[in-house]
């Protein structure tokens, strides 16, 4: 989520069709439909590839949001960025890594409609061992490995929720290196109220029981969830394959659906 672009698709590398297509696009990928034409092409998709960007075109046709749910918050860089777009929502900031505390604190002194809880979410209130060897990159696992050796409270959404009195509808981020099915089953009465979920998902199974962003779809759509945008696509740096990216699902029965023309 957020992480910085590290391959572009390298002018040189587009042919003249694809350039001359690319630039036909210009106006749909540019912000607020106005064509920069002086702009390369592959900067204009990567601009329109940011989470920023997919939040304001699916906020722009009238989305309800009330409280923003941000699962792995870390110090709070998410929810920033989507506080303005958001202005009028409460903010629930849910980070398992110690690591982050200070910069939650400040953040909730910062901003009177945020609130945090210091543990992971999952499938039940217990708890469960984390890596948290990247203060960045920490995932949770229901069993104890060479790196997830440190045990940290779990709660579920629904509960924590039910706790803090948080109304919908909501907007639910997941951004949890393949522990997003617990989560997600620890969430079946809050995504009854849910508007839009954040996922980041992965093109390789990097975790035990991980959704393959493929798969995902598939788990969404029985939930009555879609895909429709993107942000952020990661290529690896070990040999520049297709990593992740970030899917924003919206519920099936919005209009978006039912229209099914380009123009």
Not at 152 to 170: F, Q, S
Not at 200 to 222: D, V
């Amino acid at each position: 989520m957020l992480s910085a672009i590290k391959h572009f698709f390298v002018s040189s590398r587009i042919g003249p069709l694809a350039r001359k297509l690319f630039a036909s696009k210009a106006e749909t990928l540019s912000h607020g439909g106005a064509a920069a034409v002086s702009e390369p092409p592959e900067t204009l998709a990567f601009r329109a590839a940011s989470t920023v960007r997919a939040l304001e075109r699916i906020a722009s046709r009238g989305i309800e949001i009330e409280c923003v749910i941000d699962v792995g918050a870390s110090n709070g860089m998410w929810t920033a960025a989507t506080m303005p777009v958001f202005p009028g929502a409460r903010y629930l900031l849910v980070e398992a890594q110690k690591g982050h505390l200070d910069a939650l604190q400040h953040f909730v002194k910062q901003h009177s409609n945020a609130e945090y809880v210091l543990a992971a979410a999952g499938d039940e209130e217990s708890t469960v061992f984390f890596d948290d060897g990247n203060l960045f990159g920490g995932v949770a696992s229901k069993e104890q490995t060479v790196a997830a050796k440190i045990r940290v409270p779990m709660i579920t959404l629904d509960a924590e929720v039910k706790r803090r009195g948080l109304k919908g509808a909501y907007l639910v981020k997941l951004d949890t290196h393949g522990f997003e099915v617990p989560i997600l089953k620890g969430a079946v009465e809050t995504l009854k109220m849910t508007n839009l979920v954040v996922i980041e998902t992965y093109n390789f199974r990097i975790a035990p029981g991980s959704l393959l962003f493929h798969e995902m779809c598939g788990f969404m759509e029985k939930h009555g969830f879609g895909v429709i945008d993107i942000s952020e696509p990661l290529w690896r740096t070990h040999d520049r394959s297709f990593w992740q990216i970030d899917l924003f699902f919206v519920r099936l029965d919005r209009p978006e659906f039912s229209y099914l023309a380009y123009a």
